[in-house]
């Protein structure tokens, strides 16, 4: 008995020695692949900064684990994989961006790309795609797409069979190609609408010296947030100024944002030592950009507005609002008001992560509200060449606000 004890011993003992010596004490059964290691880094990323703590109320390590347990053979797997746990957030700003589609987002903030000129958002609850705004000069702008126009389908293929980033991958493309977009607008029939694609110069700033009712204005529209603008902006007041500018129009419409330091920057360029914005994180700490140095010029100003006026800009109009340096005329902003971080992943391709809201000076918090302005002059349908005409009502709103000031400061 004890000899059969003694070979038993001896022979689980050779048995735990052959598996060391195999490695099986390594426990190769949970060394992460490199797929699981991608999906695992964005995870972590999600769980360090998102700004809503509870995860759309949901265990977010479970998430995790159920994400990991699927087949990720290869990188199209994975990066499915990664886009359903991503979607389990409800937050169409929080998503992956493919190495292709990343390169586009940071060439769109660097000065230009190639497509049909549209921002868009897509609604949390329908998963419809609509316009926040065409870029101006853009194929969309001169094929008369419109803020708040939903997009049906992208060359026959149904948008809410795409996420955001998807949709638009697809009307990205060689320059003079075709993309065929089925547009709806309020009651209206939907229509097919064929655009050639082309390279798109993102020139964010027009700038010029108007006469109006005796009334030298300096008219400043601002298409969008990219890394030229406030060098842009600052240039323009600067010119104005050596023009005779009495006052100025700065024209956010349809500007649908882009990056929130440029529109933190710009509004220093209007006001002296004050708040800008708030931000607060999920932990519901505020943080704060301030104006610290000396505005270009102290000189009425009158900002106009409308459903296309979007996130950085809406940004710009509630700090100029709030701080009463500027009256804002149009129609009610867009309402994001939701800030977003974007990670360079170790495979090239990138994640946005909202990471805080924003608050007014005020504390006005315009998520899916918007700014209301001073004076609300309903949105028409205009070009490009009648903005800032006399069949611009807003800019004629704009020029009466103006006009008034100056009666008002020559009396006194």
């Known amino acids: 008995m004890k000899k059969w004890l003694l070979r038993s011993a001896l022979l689980l003992l050779s048995v735990v020695v052959l598996g060391l010596s195999m490695g099986l004490g390594a426990n190769p059964a949970y060394a992460f692949t490199a797929e699981q290691k991608l999906l695992s880094e964005v995870w972590r990323l999600v769980d360090r900064s998102y700004v809503d703590g509870s995860f759309n109320h949901q265990n977010w390590w479970l998430v995790r684990q159920r994400a990991l347990k699927q087949r990720l053979d290869d990188r199209d797997q994975t990066y499915d994989a990664i886009q359903k746990m991503l979607a389990s957030l409800e937050d169409p700003y929080t998503r992956l961006l493919k190495p292709d589609q990343y390169r586009s987002l940071q060439t769109s903030t660097s000065g230009e790309l190639n497509g049909v000129g549209l921002q868009i958002t897509q609604d949390i609850e329908t998963g419809e795609l609509r316009v926040i705004a065409p870029i101006e000069g853009s194929p969309a702008e001169q094929a008369g797409i419109q803020p708040n126009d939903r997009i049906l389908k992208i060359n026959g293929m149904p948008a809410l069979d795409l996420t955001l980033d998807e949709a638009a991958e697809r009307m990205r493309g060689p320059v003079g190609s075709i993309v065929v977009l089925t547009i709806a607008r309020e009651e209206t029939p939907p229509e097919e609408i064929q655009l050639k694609r082309d390279r798109i110069t ?51 419409r349809n500007n649908p944002g882009g990056l929130l330091q440029a529109g933190v920057d710009i509004a220093r360029l209007w006001l002296d030592d004050t708040t800008i914005v708030y931000t607060v994180n999920r932990e519901g700490i505020q943080d704060s950009f301030y104006a610290n140095e000396p505005a270009l010029t102290h000189d009425p100003l009158v900002v106009l507005v ?107």
């Not at 009334?215 to 600052?234: D, H, M, P």
């Open 306 to 412: 409308n459903p296309g006026t979007a996130s950085a800009s809406e940004i710009l109009a509630g700090a100029l609002q709030d701080n009463g340096r500027a009256q804002l005329v149009g129609d009610r902003t867009f309402g994001k008001g939701l800030i977003q971080s974007l990670f360079n992943l170790s495979d090239g391709s990138g994640l946005a992560v909202t990471i805080a809201r924003y608050e007014t000076p005020n504390h006005h918090d315009i998520n899916k509200q918007g700014i209301e302005p001073d004076v609300v002059v309903a949105t028409e349908p205009l070009t490009r060449r009648q903005l800032g005409t006399v069949g611009d009502r807003q800019f004629q709103a704009a020029v009466q606000v103006l006009t008034e000031k100056s009666m008002m400061a020559n009396a006194s």
């Open 202 to 252: 993102l020139n964010p700033v027009m700038a010029e010296l108007r006469t109006e009712a005796d009334l030298k204005i300096g008219y400043i529209r601002l298409s969008q947030f990219n890394a030229n603008a406030t060098a842009e902006v600052a240039h323009a007041i600067a010119a104005l100024e050596t023009q005779g500018a009495a006052s100025y129009i700065l024209d956010l």
